[in-house]
């Protein structure tokens, strides 16, 4: 399942960072899910910026679910989205649903506070561009290096937040780790 950017500035699951998300996943097999949170594109509802797209986010994967309820959970995010993804990573931990994996794409990790609960079991891989004009890539650093569970940081050179000229490099670091 892959989770939008900011929908108060113009993030949708049509983005091309997403939709480069979705196909990556989709070409490789895995059954894959975007959505709109509530109060985007034709959705219901009006944006809170925190918790009630975590909790759109949930409903969508609970959906997924019972399409498909063996198959195991991939979560992927860009930018606001990575914050979803993470958040709702950490509430399906304590609930006991396994994930195999979580993908962070220049994620907006000032987003998430310190009593926000994390994954600590999937495999967790963060995807930050070097020159991100959006999110600073020294705090996702910063917060990177802070992490007490293993994880993969990896960067992408010379690559703005939107990846311009860059989405075939986010395919193919994707690639492998699906």
């Not at 983005?15 to 059954?31: E, F, I, M, P, Y």
């Not at 509802?45 to 959906?63: K, T, Y």
């Not at 609930?95 to 999937?122: H, W």
Request: proline share 7%.
């Amino acid at each position: 399942m892959i989770c939008h950017p900011n929908p108060v500035q113009g993030g949708t699951m049509l983005n091309k960072v997403v939709s480069t998300l979705q196909r990556t996943a989709r070409d490789q097999g895995l059954h894959t899910l975007r959505f709109n949170y509530r109060g985007t594109g034709a959705s219901a509802g009006s944006h809170d910026m925190a918790f009630g797209e975590v909790d759109d986010a949930e409903a969508a994967l609970n959906w997924l679910r019972e399409q498909h309820p063996q198959l195991p959970i991939t979560l992927m995010g860009f930018s606001f989205g990575g914050f979803v993804a993470a958040a709702l990573a950490g509430r399906l931990e304590e609930q006991g649903v396994e994930l195999a994996n979580l993908f962070m794409v220049a994620p907006a990790v000032n987003r998430l506070s310190a009593d926000t609960p994390l994954s600590s079991r999937c495999p967790m891989t963060i995807i930050q561009p070097e020159t991100d004009e959006v999110i600073p890539p020294e705090v996702v650093y910063q917060w990177s290096a802070a992490l007490e569970r293993p994880h993969e940081l990896l960067k992408v050179a010379e690559c703005g937040h939107f990846f311009h000229g860059k989405l075939t490099d986010l395919k193919d670091l994707l690639l492998p780790r699906l």
